[in-house]
């Protein structure tokens, strides 16, 4: 066996065994955080069922849903919980293949990316959730009696969840985007118009059809896009080691440049 094949063949094994640390440790937290599964679930759907009339309560419409939907939502909690740990294993993988640059780079942008899908999860049930449920319970007649089935506002809590905390990220693939050089900041400051109607026809796809949460998740994408380009001015410009490196190299070059013109052809 080549001595490629053998550095394939290792990589391949820490990669098994960093998957294993990663998904044991989601175990480990979902076994010890079941006791409370149907705590949790009713954490979930407090902002639901803050809206609903006095003595209404959600319903469950399967045999086993009961069941699996606090296991689910346990599930999510669990790999939220052990997730610090999910990118140490995933940052101990690739962090060898790195340069030193490359490094200074990557850590801070995987853990920013990480923060920000946090609080884009955080921002819409703390916020979103209680205003878009309270504007559809006004909206209903006073003829319905909400009921809600688990499954389905499961789903649809996953869905604002991933749509929020994708839309969070949008800095780091600013940054991205131009550390990368695929485009620079003027050219990102020029794009205003477009990403404000990308963003909101964005927030139509994903989010209920109302105005409110539309602009819940517009805005803050909007907001998000000036906080990248912030950020990606203040990383692209050099910094003041470079600047002077820059200046010696010029202040070097200019006597020999004047040399050079007065030599003959």
Same mark, same amino acid.
């Given at each position: 066996?080549?001595?490629?094949?053998?550095?394939?063949?290792?990589?391949?094994?820490?990669?098994?065994?960093?998957?294993?640390?990663?998904?044991?440790?989601?175990?480990?937290?979902?076994?010890?955080?079941?006791?409370?599964?149907?705590?949790?679930?009713?954490?979930?759907?407090?902002?639901?069922?803050?809206?609903?009339?006095?003595?209404?309560?959600?319903?469950?419409?399967?045999?086993?849903?009961?069941?699996?939907?606090?296991v689910k939502v346990?599930?999510?909690?669990?790999?939220?919980?052990?997730?610090?740990? /999910?990118?140490?294993?995933?940052? +101990?993988?690739?962090?060898?293949? =790195? !340069?030193?640059?490359?490094?200074? %780079? *990557?850590?801070? $942008?995987?853990?920013?990316?990480?923060?920000?899908?946090?609080?884009?999860?955080?921002?819409?049930?703390?916020?979103?959730?209680?205003?878009?449920?309270?504007?559809?319970?006004?909206?209903?007649?006073?003829?319905?009696?909400?009921?809600?089935?688990?499954?389905?506002?499961?789903?649809?809590?996953?869905?604002?969840?991933?749509?929020?905390?994708?839309?969070?990220?949008?800095?780091?693939?600013?940054?991205?985007?131009?550390?990368?050089?695929?485009?620079?900041?003027?050219?990102?400051?020029?794009?205003?118009?477009?990403?404000?109607?990308?963003?909101?026809?964005?927030?139509?796809?994903?989010?209920?059809?109302?105005? /409110?949460?539309?602009?819940?998740? +517009?805005?803050?994408?909007?907001? =998000? !896009?000036?906080?990248?380009?912030? %950020? *990606?001015?203040? $990383?692209?410009?050099p910094s003041p080691?470079?600047?002077?490196?820059?200046?010696?190299?010029?202040?070097?070059?200019?006597?020999?440049?004047?040399?050079?013109?007065?030599?003959?052809?």
């Amino acid at each position: 066996m080549s001595e490629q094949q053998e550095t394939f063949i290792a990589h391949l094994i820490e990669l098994r065994d960093r998957l294993i640390r990663a998904l044991l440790a989601i175990v480990i937290v979902f076994v010890c955080l079941m006791p409370w599964a149907g705590a949790i679930y009713d954490i979930l759907a407090k902002p639901m069922m803050d809206t609903l009339p006095a003595g209404t309560n959600m319903i469950a419409t399967g045999v086993v849903t009961p069941f699996f939907v606090p296991v689910k939502v346990t599930m999510m909690v669990a790999f939220v919980f052990a997730l610090p740990w /999910v990118l140490y294993q995933a940052w +101990a993988f690739i962090a060898p293949g =790195l !340069y030193a640059h490359e490094k200074r %780079l *990557a850590l801070p $942008l995987v853990l920013g990316s990480t923060l920000l899908f946090l609080l884009g999860m955080a921002f819409c049930y703390f916020f979103v959730f209680g205003t878009v449920f309270k504007f559809i319970a006004e909206f209903a007649p006073k003829s319905i009696v909400p009921a809600p089935d688990i499954e389905q506002y499961l789903s649809f809590v996953m869905s604002m969840f991933i749509a929020f905390g994708i839309t969070f990220e949008v800095p780091v693939a600013v940054i991205l985007m131009v550390k990368a050089g695929i485009v620079d900041v003027a050219k990102l400051r020029e794009s205003r118009p477009y990403v404000i109607v990308g963003a909101f026809v964005v927030a139509a796809i994903v989010t209920p059809p109302d105005v /409110v949460s539309q602009f819940m998740l +517009a805005v803050p994408m909007c907001l =998000l !896009y000036e906080l990248g380009i912030v %950020l *990606a001015g203040m $990383l692209s410009r050099p910094s003041p080691q470079q600047e002077a490196a820059g200046e010696t190299v010029q202040q070097l070059a200019g006597p020999a440049a004047a040399d050079g013109e007065g030599e003959p052809r």
